[in-house]
Nanobody, 117 residues
Framework: QVQLVESGGGLVQPGGSLRLSCAASRSIWSTYDMGWYRQAPGKQRELVAGITSGSVISYADSVKGRFTISRDNTKNTVYLQMNNLKPEDTAVYYC???????????WGQGTQVTVSS
C-alpha cells in the first residue's frame, strides 16, 4: 500500500506561480511511475506531467514550458512547479503512482488550484 498526500494548491492570479508537492509514504521511485493529473469541473481527468521510474519526463502540450515536474528521492516527494498560470489551469490536481510492473495505481486526495483575478 502507498499513501500519497498532496499539498500546495490555492488561489493565484493569472501569471502567478504555485508549487505542488506529493509526499509518498515510502520510497517507490524505482518501481512506480509518477504523474500529476488534473480534473476541471465537467471535464475528464487528464495527465499534466509524468516522470517514470527511469526519470523520463513528459508534459501535456498545454503546460509545456510552464510546468516542471521533479522529485526528491531523499524526501519521497514529487513536485509540480507551475509558472505563468492561466485561468484554464484551474482544476483539482491529483498525484498518481502506477506500478511499472503490475496493475496497481494509487491516487492522492487532490488539491485545488484556482487561477483567477
Amino acid at each position: 500500500q502507498v499513501q500519497l498526500v498532496e499539498s500546495g494548491g490555492g488561489l493565484v492570479q493569472p501569471g502567478g506561480s504555485l508549487r505542488l508537492s506529493c509526499a509518498a509514504s515510502r520510497s517507490i521511485w524505482s518501481t512506480y511511475d509518477m504523474g500529476w493529473y488534473r480534473q476541471a469541473p465537467g471535464k475528464q481527468r487528464e495527465l499534466v506531467a509524468g516522470i517514470t521510474s527511469g526519470s523520463v519526463i513528459s508534459y501535456a502540450d498545454s503546460v509545456k514550458g510552464r510546468f516542471t515536474i521533479s522529485r526528491d528521492n531523499t524526501k519521497n516527494t514529487v513536485y509540480l512547479q507551475m509558472n505563468n498560470l492561466k485561468p484554464e489551469d484551474t482544476a483539482v490536481y491529483y498525484c498518481s503512482a502506477a506500478q511499472v510492473i503490475g496493475i496497481r495505481r494509487y491516487w492522492g486526495q487532490g488539491t485545488q488550484v484556482t487561477v483567477s483575478s
